[in-house]
């Protein structure tokens, strides 16, 4: 048990810093219109969660614990509607935007004709369907705190209950009074009061899944370990846990009912449509408060297991007993307060709304009938309040004489029903257009009256207050009349009968009658006016013609317009209230009006009126004002007519072409949209194929830098291979002969020693001293073929350090040629065929010793197959033949000879370092390599092409040269 | 391979931004959420049951998710 003080202490704290932080949040916004506190879609998803109420805080568990799953459609339904939010809700909102709409009855009431009528039936439905809800609030809040307060025992319970009842009605009076009817203008939002409500919203999770948390891990093994309790603590026939009689259209009906719900109810459309800032936070909403609803279900069926299995009576009060019975007195008040927060957001909001339709839909359509409407619409606030405690106090007598009957879900569902019957009436407004005034009247009548009959009706008649034999024998004791019996359809439960009756007559009215009656003139004009809406058609400028004369005193309209300011606002106000209008219709600072202007400022007027009073009344009061008098009226009219007449249109005609133009610019919107989609759809296709080319690009790099990088590895192998094999042969010779001499010194000395030398001695002498020899000799050839190689490496490592400079590159091929052919002919006594066609080229800017080696290597390898040819045959006659040439800055050097060529097998590798065809006392196998290395750091090329007995052709191209005109060229 | 995929996600990501898509979706869910009290004779498999609704329920948010991302991201565009 936790001290009453303490309890009562904890709410006022409670209230108080709810109260603290609503006044901070409408400070700010006040100071900052911009604010993203409270106009941002994640507050907009938490305060409609609302719709969680202490029902649900409660009574979902409850309803588990008797029901099993059914429970589930209540926040199943809303997950389904909410999924079409995008189609409806944004509409709504956009109407409620453009027409100052106050609540759902002004909603109805503003697209059916702005009917009086539907407003009053509407304003009555709500409120006969709000009292049971907002008594389902109280009911937990009494029950909770007798239960937590200890008074259960007590003698003098029911003092006690009705004192905290009464105690909570004016508490609740006056927190719904301070958050949410200060401002006369109800379409003017309420941040503060929204963002508490998001506040609420969240502390009540955070307690549900602290409960959820005490009970499945604190008291048990976990989640799924309760849910495997399941057989063992209720009945195997326990209800809605799978298929079973008549259990498929219970599902169904509670399921329709709280998908109608979400939006439908008073409270939820405030949340979702009046108080909403952007169309864009529906779209966040779509996926938040499903999420909201799915975490604060979680733990629902594994509490009513435990409290189950724990024997415990109440099933609503599951969420508070059981920390209560283990004694966790901190969770205990913490649930306490969450339930409480559940409760007291649902009844500010839904008795705001109350306040506000009763107000606007019953109280000022009765009193703008009176002679001195003045001496009642000076006070709509106060009246406004007075609207709110009663709707509190009456929903707390309906707890009383009602409430303890009837479990919290039933309560519940009472209101549902009642919300259900404007579903057809919304939904008729935004997607069929034949819907009309008549039809909805009485489509939302019969609808209420067969809700009211079926299902509020017996509540009464359970509770004792009325007599009992109505359920059994109907009204007047006709069987027909049964009120959960209508027209003898029986066999299902009490709330899909009165769902499918009430749906019944409410569609069938509203649709029947709509086909048989057409709309008036005012209707078809609100109702096309809704459709461009609907379908975000832009408003047409108006373009002012210069017939429509500016003849209309302002003066006089503006004091029209103020005389009904003043019933509604003080003296204070009017001045800038009239401002604002005058301004928004551009008319302000005006002396004389034209008849449009003045058509203009009635319908900124009107709409500025039906934020205050709903469209109905304001609709009412300015066509009583006078604003537009009836010269005037007849005057507009002629106007309309006079510019028809002018194009020669008949209004078939006109008609016949706006809904012409009006499908065309559908299917313009629609083509519009298929194309959008295709180029997202394209442009994904190629941001992905760009992606996938980068990807390739990246790839392809990083591989030609690894195969560069293995090229180099092969090459440096190849090198280090070559250089290993041509060193090692001469260190061998090298070797082995200095062993050779080292063994014959020893033999000498062994001779020398012996001092007689005898004939044999001497003659071993001499062949030792011969065998000295060769392998002296040896050692200095190889030696000197070592030392050749090691010369033409540093030649080929030093090729790009060489200084460069213009040299005459015709003389340096001439001058390396000539080289050859002398060291040629000193050997050979043969004649050479040369043709020598090199023109003049001028200066070439390069390294000319580097290039003079590259080009002796070409010639080299020429006479050196020429050398060959002779030894083979002696009548052999070589011939070479050398071309210099130039062509747009590029050189060309042809060198072909008549030799043996090369092998096809060998061509490509004659300019890898250390490869040569020649014995390898006779060659490195670096000429080649040196010639190609040179002719590359020159920006040149070099190919090779030979075919076997034929000859062999080198094709030097030096690309893009650097040539200076030489005297020769010149001349 | 993956480009099919691609291709066909973008598909699918056009049908989603339909309005009529979310008829089905909801459709579709509303036979989801009914079905076990059709086909499941009562407490044969109460914990798969309430687990079977549970992740339906779930997958349903996750679609509403993506939808709503790819609504702002399709607006942005």
């Given amino acids: 048990m936790i001290n009453v003080q303490t309890v009562i202490f904890s709410v006022l704290l409670y209230i108080g810093g709810m109260f603290l932080i609503a006044f901070i949040v409408d400070k700010k916004v006040a100071e900052n219109k911009k604010s993203k506190l409270v106009n941002n879609p994640l507050i907009y998803s938490l305060s409609l969660a609302v719709y969680c109420t202490s029902w649900t805080f409660y009574g979902s568990v409850g309803k588990a614990s008797s029901s099993g799953l059914l429970f589930l459609t209540i926040y199943l339904g809303p997950t389904l509607m909410v999924t079409l939010w995008w189609v409806f809700a944004k509409k709504l909102i956009r109407v409620k935007e453009k027409y100052h709409v106050t609540s759902i009855v002004d909603y109805i009431s503003g697209r059916y004709d702005k009917s009086e009528r539907i407003a009053f039936i509407g304003a009555v439905v709500v409120l006969l369907s709000t009292i049971p809800y907002i008594a389902l609030q109280l009911k937990a809040l009494v029950s909770t705190f007798i239960i937590i307060t200890g008074f259960e025992d007590k003698p003098n319970l029911s003092e006690v209950k009705f004192l905290v009842a009464w105690g909570t009605v004016a508490l609740m009076g006056l927190f719904t009074i301070l958050f949410g009817i200060r401002k006369l203008d109800p379409t003017e939002r309420h941040p503060g009061m929204i963002f508490v409500l998001a506040i609420e919203c969240v502390f009540k999770l955070f307690v549900f899944l602290c409960v959820g948390i005490f009970v499945c891990f604190w008291l048990n093994d976990g989640f799924f370990e309760v849910l495997r309790k399941i057989p063992e603590v209720v009945p195997n026939e326990y209800s809605f846990m799978g298929h079973q009689d008549g259990g498929l259209i219970t599902w169904i009906s509670y399921t329709i009912l709280s998908a109608s719900a979400i939006i439908f109810l008073p409270r939820q459309f405030h949340v979702a449509i009046i108080e909403n800032y952007q169309e864009n936070h529906v779209s966040t909403a779509s996926w938040a408060l499903p999420s909201y609803l799915f975490l604060i279900n979680l733990f629902v069926i594994p509490i009513s297991i435990v409290g189950i299995s724990l024997g415990l009576s109440s099933t609503d009060q599951y969420v508070l007993t059981i920390p209560y019975l283990h004694g966790v007195e901190f969770l205990s008040l913490l649930t306490f307060l969450g339930g409480f927060a559940a409760a007291s957001g649902m009844i500010m909001i839904s008795t705001m709304t109350v306040a506000t339709i009763i107000t606007n839909h019953i109280y000022l359509p009765l009193v703008t009938r009176a002679t001195d409407q003045r001496l009642f619409t000076r006070f709509i606030l106060p009246v406004r309040w007075i609207c709110a405690i009663l709707t509190i106090s009456a929903s707390c007598i309906y707890m009383q004489v009602v409430g303890e009957k009837y479990a919290l879900v039933s309560m519940g569902m009472i209101s549902f029903t009642g919300a259900l019957q404007f579903m057809p009436l919304i939904l008729g407004s935004i997607f069929w257009k034949k819907g009309n005034k008549l039809g909805a009247m009485f489509g939302l009548l019969s609808g209420s009256l067969i809700w009211f009959y079926t299902l509020y009706f017996p509540t009464f008649i359970k509770s004792g207050y009325i007599q009992s034999d109505i359920l059994e024998e109907g009204l007047f004791g006709i069987t027909l009349l049964r009120p959960e019996s209508l027209l003898g359809l029986s066999g299902i439960d009490p709330l899909s009968h009165a769902v499918f009756w009430s749906m019944f007559f409410n569609i069938g009215a509203y649709v029947t009658i709509s086909s048989l009656f057409k709309r008036s003139q005012s209707e078809e004009q609100i109702v096309n006016e809704y459709l461009n809406l609907f379908e975000e058609r832009e408003d047409f400028q108006a373009i002012l013609p210069e017939t429509a004369e500016t003849n209309i005193l302002l003066i006089g309209k503006k004091k029209i317009i103020e005389e009904i300011l003043i019933r509604y606002y003080s003296e204070l106000e009017i001045e800038s209230e009239c401002t604002k209008i005058l301004d928004e219709a551009k008319v302000l600072n005006r002396e004389m009006v034209n008849i449009l202007e003045l058509s203009e400022l009635r319908a900124v007027f009107e709409n500025k009126l039906a934020g205050l009073l709903g469209a109905a009344v304001a609709h009412k009061v300015v066509g009583a004002s006078g604003l537009l008098n009836v010269t005037e009226r007849n005057n507009l009219y002629k106007y309309y007519s006079d510019t028809l007449a002018e194009y020669s249109i008949s209004p078939s005609e006109l008609h016949t072409r706006v809904n012409f133009y009006r499908e065309k610019e559908k299917l313009v919107s629609n083509q519009y949209q298929e194309l959008e989609g295709l180029v997202d759809l394209r442009t994904n296709e190629l941001i992905e194929r760009n992606i996938q080319l980068e990807k390739s690009i990246k790839k392809i790099n990083t591989m030609r830098e690894q195969l560069i990088e293995q090229e180099k590895q092969a090459s440096l192998g190849n090198l280090v291979a070559g250089v290993a094999h041509e060193i090692k042969n001469p260190l061998n010779f090298i070797n082995n002969g200095s062993k050779a001499i080292l063994f014959k010194i020893d033999e000498l000395s062994d001779i020398f020693l012996k001092g007689d030398f005898d004939q044999i001695d001497r003659l071993e002498i001499v062949d030792s001293f011969e065998d000295i020899a060769i392998s002296s000799e040896l050692i200095s050839r190889h030696g000197e073929r070592a030392s050749n190689i090691i010369s033409h490496m540093l030649l080929l490592s030093r090729e790009k350090g060489q200084t460069k400079e213009y040299f005459n590159l015709k003389e340096l091929i001439y001058k390396n040629y000539q080289l050859q052919l002398t060291t040629f002919k000193d050997k050979h006594s043969t004649h050479i065929n040369e043709i020598i066609r090199m023109d003049e080229i001028g200066d070439m800017f390069g390294c000319p010793s580097n290039l003079g080696r590259a080009i002796y290597a070409i010639f080299e390898n020429s006479f050196y197959e020429f050398s060959k040819c002779y030894e083979i045959d002696k009548e052999f006659i070589g011939e070479i033949e050398i071309s210099l040439s130039i062509s747009k800055g590029n050189i060309k050097l042809v060198i072909s000879d008549n030799g043996r060529g090369i092998p096809e097998n060998m061509l490509e590798r004659v300019w890898e370092p250390f490869f040569t065809t020649k014995p390898s006392s006779e060659g490195t196998g670096l000429g080649l390599s040196i010639t190609y290395e040179s002719i590359r750091i020159h920006n040149g090329t070099v190919k090779v092409s030979s075919s076997q007995e034929k000859g062999t052709e080198f094709t030097i191209v030096f690309n893009n040269c650097d040539i200076k005109q030489n005297d020769k060229v010149a001349s | ?77």
Avoid: G
């Fill in chain 2, 1 to 77: 391979m993956y480009k099919e995929i691609k291709q066909i996600k973008n598909i699918i990501d056009v049908l989603l931004l339909k309005d009529e898509f979310l008829y089905l979706l909801s459709v579709f869910y509303f036979l989801l959420f009914s079905w076990p009290f059709v086909a499941i004779e009562n407490m044969e498999y109460p914990v798969a049951i309430v687990v079977y609704l549970f992740f339906t329920w779930f997958s349903c948010i996750v679609i509403l998710f993506y939808i709503s991302r790819l609504r702002k991201k399709f607006k942005k565009n």
